[in-house]
């Protein structure tokens, strides 16, 4: 099946650094792909949807100056975490429509936990 | 706007016997899509089940079906034998239809199989 990587896997990083997390689509073109973020214990939380071509478009209350997306390429989106501070030390997901036309499954990529000290 | 109840935090099954994980949902969209997912200790996402707002089944996926009561506004998910390696925390989600489907998530149900 359709696979998606996340790379880091997880990251620490000291506060006031910036934080790039890489999702990418292995084996299909991802026009569209979404970041979540789940706190310890938390649900999902959608952030953003970044699409190929265009500006993300991010989910009311998430600051677009904080969480850069870059989707570079069909197969690629990146979540620049900038100026990190502890408060956003998270779990970071993200996610991939189906392949196929019609399909259901959501992909999902392995997740990045992100601790800022 | 859409928004998923799980109202059991955690739950306890007996290894072999079957368990049921309440989820009611609430969407403005006229057509939407249901999902299960597993997410164990490591925290990736595994998809178990799909129910879209039209299927006139309930659907089925192995050991997993889910019992899909569209006027209660109702899907939940029933595990048949459970197994120890079903320990883990279980979402309910709701999305639109079509091809790309932003998820809003449930609060979560920590299932843990006792042997």
């Known amino acids: 099946g359709a696979v998606v990587s996340q790379h880091p896997s997880w990251v620490i990083c000291k506060s006031g650094t910036s934080v790039k997390i890489e999702c990418r689509s292995l084996?299909?073109?991802?026009?569209?792909m979404f970041w979540y973020r789940q706190f310890p214990k938390q649900s999902l939380m959608l952030m953003a949807t970044s699409n190929e071509g265009s500006k993300a478009t991010y989910e009311q209350g998430v600051e677009k100056d904080k969480f850069l997306i870059n989707h570079a390429s069909l197969t690629l989106s990146t979540l620049t975490v900038t100026s990190a501070h502890p408060e956003d030390s998270s779990f970071y997901i993200c996610?991939?429509?189906?392949?196929?036309?019609?399909?259901?499954?959501?992909?999902f990529g392995p997740g990045t936990r992100l601790t800022v000290l | 706007a859409q928004k998923i109840t799980q109202t059991q935090p955690g739950m306890f099954v007996q290894e072999k016997e079957a368990v049921t994980l309440d989820c009611t949902y609430d969407t403005s969209d006229p057509s939407y899509g249901l999902f299960w997912y597993k997410q164990p200790s490591s925290g990736e996402m595994i998809f178990l089940i799909y129910?879209?707002?039209?299927?006139?089944q309930n659907a089925t996926e192995g050991r997993y079906s889910l019992n899909f009561q569209k006027a209660r506004k109702s899907a939940n998910l029933v595990i048949s034998a459970s197994q120890l390696g079903d320990s883990a925390m279980y979402f309910c989600a709701v999305g639109p239809s079509g091809s790309a489907r932003q998820l809003t998530f449930g609060s979560g149900t920590q299932l843990t199989v006792l042997p």
């Open positions: 996610s991939a429509p189906p392949v196929l036309a019609g399909g259901n499954e959501q992909f």
């Open positions: 129910q879209g707002s039209y299927d006139q």
């Open positions: 084996d299909f073109q991802a026009t569209t």
